[in-house]
Nanobody
Framework: QVQPVESGGGLVQTGDSLRLSCVFS????????QAWFRQAPGKEREFVAH????????YYADSVTGRVTISGDNAKRTLYLRLDSLKHEGGTAYYC??????????????????WGKGTQVTVTS
């Protein structure tokens, strides 16, 4: 099973930008769909962004459209999530996920089989 490992989180200020990374243990770019989810304290995990296998299509949650960019570097076996114009939030954990979707909507966590342990982003006002 492929094990994703996230990094890049940290403490930033409102309006700052941040790039999260997710490294996979092997090449998966043309095999699995990939996505980022996030979970704020006391809230359910929610979809952020998706990129199709091969990287030809991307899809974003309405709440982040225009402020988030998902991309991948197959040579580095790495998935990225760039966060711009960050808004004040507590310790939100961002998770990388990959899977075959198996007919699930790309925003549905049930379509993803492998999950990282998360990287935390805290945005101060």
């Amino acid at each position: 099973q492929v094990q994703p490992v996230e990094s890049g989180g940290g403490l930033v200020q409102t309006g700052d930008s941040l790039r999260l990374s997710c490294v996979f243990s092997r090449d998966i770019y043309n095999t699995y769909a990939q996505a980022w989810f996030r979970q704020a304290p006391g809230k359910e995990r929610e979809f952020v962004a998706h990129i199709s296998w091969g990287g030809s299509m991307t899809y974003y949650a309405d709440s982040v459209t225009g402020r988030v960019t998902i991309s991948g570097d197959n040579a580095k076996r790495t998935l990225y999530l760039r966060l711009d114009s960050l808004k004040h939030e507590g310790g939100t954990a961002y998770y990388c996920a990959l899977g075959s979707l198996a007919g699930q909507n790309c925003a549905d966590s049930a379509g993803y089989d492998s999950w990282g342990k998360g990287t935390q982003v805290t945005v101060t006002s």
